[in-house]
């Protein structure tokens, strides 16, 4: 149909995309995607410099690259060239729906507008089913119990090295400590279950922001400014940090992290920049525990899976090991398959949100969603 040929053709020679040779999709820039014909074309006899022919951005023929996501589809559909529905039905893992967990059911609500304000990241604890919810109240950390109960608040903002000034995000340790992401004054800092802090780290990072707690009580943290993702060791219990070393450079505004409780695998949520809000995407990239690249997939990958933008903004493993992550386009948390099968697209809760900004699970394997539309946490649990 048209929205096929839309995608699968060059729309300056409209001839179909191909896997090889000159009419193989390549990226521009500004996001889009020409055959290497058309690039070449443009570019003049010097290929140095070409010119959008759609939004008229400048840029090198250097500049441009393969568009991975047309060459995967390309790929599916095979030589005869068959259609994208039924490519993707005959696919399994790669681009279908896969299996995934059974259908979720509110089981409790928590929080609400005066309770939380403008709320930005949640933890459970593992070990004591607590929750800890970051949020721009007058104490900035709030701890709720198995039951719902509010058990402590603490963080008031101030210029004393433990307080908080504005929290981005937050997890709890496996040893039961809160460590916060503050970007006030670009710092990590750690507190007890009570609200004593016990250590600020300020390593130079430029905008720390996202971050997770491995089984060990590592801490995997995410520099948005920087493009660069930090193992942080410390011996919380006695205030002491042991190391502070960069796991990876060169990322593009990483926000969201989670590391899986099995594998040891990381996922990071890139924001990618764009000029206006209408074309800022983001993507979901996977590494081994290791720290090798094992899966990717940007907006508009994604899009060719399910016909809606998808702007992914916190991320979770459940305790199978697949990615779970929240979409604010379509107010929703979708689950995108284990790191081998990345990516399959089920929706796990697709309405009742307004805007989910936070994820994370408990220790029974029940899904918590922070939800900043109404300033609540969300309990899902399997029906």
Sequence with gaps: DEAELNLLECRVCFERYGPS??????????GHVLCRGCVGALGGSERRRLECPFCRRACGSAETSDCLPLLQLLEVLGPAGGSVPSALGRSGGGGAAGPAPTGLGLR????????????????ACRRS??????????????????????????????????????????????????????????????????????LAVREGFCLPWGLDATPESEIILTDSEAGALYRLTADFRKGKLKMCQMIRFQLISPRG????????AIVVIEHLKA??????????????????????????GLNLIFPSKIYTTAVAFDKEGRVIVTDICSQAVICLGKPEEFP????????????????????????????SGDHSIKIYSST
């Design 21 to 30: 040779g000159q009419r193989r999709p390549r990226n521009l820039p500004c």
């Design 108 to 123: 409790l609500s928590l929080g609400g507008w005066g309770s939380l304000v403008n709320p930005t990241g949640v933890a």
């Design 129 to 198: 089913g607590r929750l800890a919810v970051a949020h721009d109240g007058k104490k900035k950390i709030h701890v709720f119990g198995p039951s719902g109960s509010c058990l402590q608040r603490f963080g008031e903002r101030g210029d004393a090295g433990n307080d908080i000034k504005y929290p981005l995000d937050v997890t709890v340790t496996s040893d039961g400590h809160v460590v916060v992401t503050d970007g006030g004054d670009r710092s990590v800092k750690a507190f007890d279950f009570e609200g004593r802090g016990v």
């Design 257 to 264: 992290v989670a590391v899986s409780q099995t594998s040891g």
């Design 275 to 300: 000029q206006g809000l209408d074309n800022s995407s983001t993507r979901v990239k996977i590494f081994s525990a290791e720290m090798d690249l094992i899966g990717q997939m940007d907006s508009f």
């Design 344 to 371: 399959i697209f089920n929706p796990l809760i697709s309405h009742g949100l307004s805007y989910p900004v936070g994820l994370t699970y408990t220790a029974n394997n029940s899904l918590v969603v922070l939800d």
